[in-house]
């Protein structure tokens, strides 16, 4: 019996070593609610596990992973609900805005398959990826509904969402916050990426291009009140390359790099909820414009920056980083979840003074120029906007 017991100990052992090298663990999405801690640090995380153990073609790799996300975020529109005549659908600066927080949870399972080998050595270099992708949300009343909040026009009191929208909402404006104003989604995803990127701490230097394509079916959507049904198209190229770096060993005392994004994005539907209509904005892909903004169902954005790294801090994977920054971008088509057609130019340059910790987190604050006629519908008629940073790099 001793014998056996130590038997299965040791095969357990050999096991658990032979598995954790194929096992990892990543975090992919981070963000805040501006009321808490004035937005400094993270009241949403999203992360998983990886494995690889799995070889379908060899020296290839086969990844598949798990992911979760949890957090309480606050969102913010200015667009009228269908209750608001001849205005409805439509972007109003001066409109005191929907604002509300919201409790999100959501998941994915993702299958990952890498072809050949990278020119940058270490990695495949084209990878096609399928992925599902789950959400439960509840939208509830802002934690300062009735205090006052900066608007385009100055201090308003921040209205409950039934004021706003009325307290039998059933339109299309905002599906997402029909009835109970609870939503459970399932959407899915297929993805082609090219990698030649080497990316570290001090230093970027390649090429990174993906293309991917997500589809959020009504039939899926549909379980509580809260409804959507959308679809996605995006192409996302990234190019960078190392100026200069000087270091001793191991530690880097300055390095500058040049990088630069394009993405091109396509987002439709007859019901596109308030998450998506975030992260396909032009507002958020323009640095120092207001999320949610500006948002027609194409865009084409360029971010471009100089990277400032070092000197390191004494430990692995923290440095300071100051990125000086010029961005520029165009939307076109009709405005989500209406039949009315917009365009747009925004463009905006600054900086960002930030600690990066370990090459994928930049905390900091940010300070931008706005150019054009584009404006922060938060902060009113300026041309400068600032804001506390912590962000995934690009």
């Excluded at 039949?339 to 905390?363: E, H």
Aim: with cysteine.
């Amino acid at each position: 019996m001793k014998k056996l017991a130590v038997l299965l100990l040791s095969l357990t052992a050999f096991v658990s070593g032979a598995c954790a090298s194929d096992i990892g663990f990543f975090c992919d999405g981070l963000d805040q609610h501006p009321e808490i801690l004035w937005g400094f640090l993270p009241t949403y995380l999203s992360g998983g596990v990886s494995y690889t153990g799995l070889s379908l073609i060899e020296d290839d790799t086969t990844t598949l992973q798990f992911r979760v996300g949890a957090g309480y975020l606050e969102r913010r529109f200015w667009k009228a609900p269908e209750n608001r005549g001849e205005d409805a659908g439509k972007e109003i600066r001066d409109m005191n805005p929907l604002t509300y927080d919201v409790v999100a949870v959501d998941w994915g399972l993702r299958f990952t398959q890498g072809f050949f080998e990278s020119p940058v050595g270490g990695k495949d270099f084209l990878n096609v990826s399928i992925g599902y992708e789950g959400k439960y949300e509840g939208a509830r009343d802002s934690m300062v509904t009735g205090k006052d909040k900066s608007t385009f026009t100055g201090p308003q009191p921040v209205p409950s969402i039934n004021q706003f929208l009325g307290s039998a909402y059933n339109g299309d404006i905002y599906p997402d916050l029909r009835g109970d104003h609870q939503y459970l989604g399932t959407n899915f995803t297929i993805s082609l990426e090219l990698d030649a990127m080497t990316d570290t701490v001090a230093t970027n230097d390649g090429y990174l291009i993906t293309a991917e394509a997500d589809w959020s079916p009504y039939a899926l959507n549909a379980a509580l009140d809260g409804k959507a049904d959308f679809y996605q198209f995006t192409l996302n190229a990234v190019g960078a390359k190392t100026l200069y770096q000087y270091k001793t060993g191991k530690m880097n005392w300055f390095s500058l790099v040049v990088i630069d994004r394009i993405r091109l994005n396509w987002l439709s539907g007859d019901m596109v909820p308030g998450y998506v209509q975030k992260l396909g904005s032009l507002g958020r892909l323009v640095r120092g414009y207001s999320n949610y903004t500006y948002g027609t169902e194409f865009t084409a954005v360029n971010n471009f920056e100089f990277r400032l790294v070092g000197p390191s801090m004494g430990v692995n994977g923290l440095a300071p980083r100051i990125n000086i920054f010029f961005d520029m971008g165009y939307g076109a088509g009709n405005y989500y979840n209406t039949s009315i057609k917009g365009n747009s130019f925004l463009a905006s340059t600054g900086a960002q003074f930030t600690v990066t910790f370990f090459d994928f987190i930049d905390l900091g604050y940010q300070v931008a120029w706005l150019i054009g006629d584009g404006r922060n519908f938060s902060k009113g008629d300026t041309v400068f906007s600032g804001s506390f940073t912590f962000f995934l790099d690009f």
